[in-house]
């Protein structure tokens, strides 16, 4: 990822990248860019990270 937050907000970035990245089998990011497409409950990089491995443990095409 790569956001730049003077083109867009964080929530609209959110809003277009967190799709992509769902269907990404590999996501690059920095701890900031993390979040914007994280579950929005994860309170930390560690807990997205622990959401992120939940969610592809249960997803088939995995």
């Known amino acids: 990822m ?6 867009w907000s964080a929530s609209e970035a959110a809003e277009v990248l967190r799709p ?3 269907d ?3 996501v690059i990011a920095s701890d900031d860019e993390l ?3 994280a579950d929005p409950a994860a309170h930390s990089s560690m ?3 622990r959401a992120w491995l939940r969610r592809a443990s249960r997803d ?3």
């Open 35 to 37: 979040a914007l497409v």
């Open 20 to 22: 992509l990245a769902r």
């Open 2 to 7: 790569n956001h730049r937050p003077r083109l």
């Open 47 to 49: 807990a997205a990270n």
């Open 60 to 62: 088939p095409k995995w």
């Open 24 to 26: 990404a089998d590999l």
